[in-house]
């Protein structure tokens, strides 16, 4: 497994200053060429995935979470989500107890939902993993606040 990329402002070694701007420089240049810039839905998805995925893009445009290379996992979690949406149907249809036994439509719909869970995760859209994503910005201290504090 591959390790997970670390931002160069949370790097725990010691770095000199210079080195870290380096290394800041060059992901913001990865980043770049990584770009939300034109993502298209996956061929394997039918009009209404499609559709599904245009709007999941379109929100995480503005989080600016997601790559060029992220569509496929995108592709997989729409149709899990879809698939989810199904059972969720049969379910409502059926009930959750059939001939006195829970209905299996639950086992499935628990499998589905941590299979969509991983897909989150790796696309960040859960606020824990989407933390990884900010830019830490120093905390300017302003003067005069501080002085009102004091007194």
Do not use: C, W
């Not at 989080?63 to 569509?71: F, G």
Request: glycine letters at 4%; zero cysteines; charged letters at 35%.
């Amino acid at each position: 497994m591959a390790k997970s990329m670390v931002r160069a402002e949370h790097k725990k070694r010691r770095i000199s200053k210079n080195e870290r701007e380096e290394l800041t420089e060059k992901e913001n240049q990865f980043n770049e060429k990584l770009k939300f810039i034109d993502i298209k839905p996956p061929k394997y998805l039918n009009n209404e995935e499609k559709k599904i995925f245009r709007k999941y893009t379109k929100k995480m445009k503005d989080l600016n979470i997601l790559s060029i290379l992220d569509d496929d996992i995108l592709g997989h979690y729409v149709i899990f989500s879809k698939i989810f949406n199904e059972l969720r149907e049969q379910l409502d249809k059926e009930g959750y107890v059939i001939s006195g036994k829970i209905n299996p439509v639950l086992g499935e719909m628990r499998q589905v939902s941590k299979t969509m869970a991983s897909f989150q995760v790796k696309l960040g859209l859960n606020p824990t993993d989407r933390i990884r994503f900010i830019k830490n910005e120093p905390i300017i201290n302003d003067e005069l606040e501080e002085f009102i504090n004091e007194v």
